[in-house]
């Protein structure tokens, strides 16, 4: 099944990564960094990979602007601290 998600106007959406919640392979979210062109902010939002409904689960200001092709690196805090001491 293919499904999408529409943004306003002048909203853009960063490079999307799913975020595993249950067993099921579409039981997660969707997360990634949106930016509002008109207030020229940044949010990070939550989005039920199972419903893609286009209201997020949660959307959370972010207080510095995130560039548009950020990527996103999920990684433990035992996997970052063999990345560092590399």
Aim: proline content about 8%; charged content about 20%.
């Amino acid at each position: 099944r293919a499904a999408s998600i529409s943004f306003p106007q002048g909203i853009v959406g960063g490079e999307p990564i799913f975020v595993p919640r249950g067993e099921a392979e579409d039981d997660g979210y969707i997360s990634l960094f949106l930016w509002d062109s008109a207030t020229q902010s940044t949010s990070f939002v939550l989005y039920d990979a199972q419903s893609f409904s286009e209201k997020p689960v949660v959307e959370l200001p972010v207080p510095w602007r995130v560039p548009l092709g950020f990527h996103g690196w999920w990684l433990s805090e035992e996997g970052l601290k063999q990345q560092l001491a590399a």
